[in-house]
């Protein structure tokens, strides 16, 4: 039987092992720590001043103090000291300092831009594809400058939503 789980690395409890209150505890102390993750911030390089349990942060690069060599990992201020989890492909945290989700994909937390093919909207499919271009209107014998404008600033709305793209 395994020891540790395949994901995290949590310990697992073993036939005969005394004390599994311990092993138990601790697992449920990291799984609290990484259910619907939400970090302090992913800026900071070394623990804060003054920090107050429970509290995580996303360890940024050049590490120092007792972060060292840690960059990218999440440390868990618990009870009894700082903690690391690394991150797996996919996981999510909410970084409370810049009110945005950050993503990790290959050890790099990216909240700029979420990697995904599509949004769906009440089970509707949108931005699934390259966005259709439209031309600006243009020509015609009659025309209703007020419609036109309409239309101009409708486009123009849509095309900065990434919903249509320039012609």
Request: hydrophobic share 50%.
């Amino acid at each position: 039987m395994a020891e540790v789980s395949a994901r995290y690395a949590f310990a697992l409890l073993q036939s005969g092992q005394a004390q599994k209150e311990i092993t138990h505890n601790s697992a449920i102390a990291a799984i609290d720590a990484l259910l619907h993750l939400a970090v302090e911030s992913r800026t900071l390089a070394a623990p804060p001043a003054g920090a107050t349990s429970p509290a995580s942060w996303i360890v940024s690069s050049y590490a120092t103090g007792a972060w060292s060599g840690r960059t990218g990992e999440i440390a868990v201020l618990e009870a009894g000291g700082w903690s690391f989890v690394v991150p797996r492909d996919g996981c999510l945290a909410y970084v409370r300092d810049e009110g945005v989700y950050a993503v990790c994909v290959g050890g790099v937390w990216n909240g700029a831009a979420w990697p995904v093919r599509a949004l769906s909207v009440n089970g509707r499919t949108m931005l699934a594809v390259t966005p259709v271009a439209l031309a600006g209107a243009a020509g015609g014998t009659i025309i209703d400058t007020e419609a036109r404008a309409e239309l101009a600033a409708l486009t123009s709305a849509m095309r900065a939503m990434g919903l249509v793209a320039v012609a």
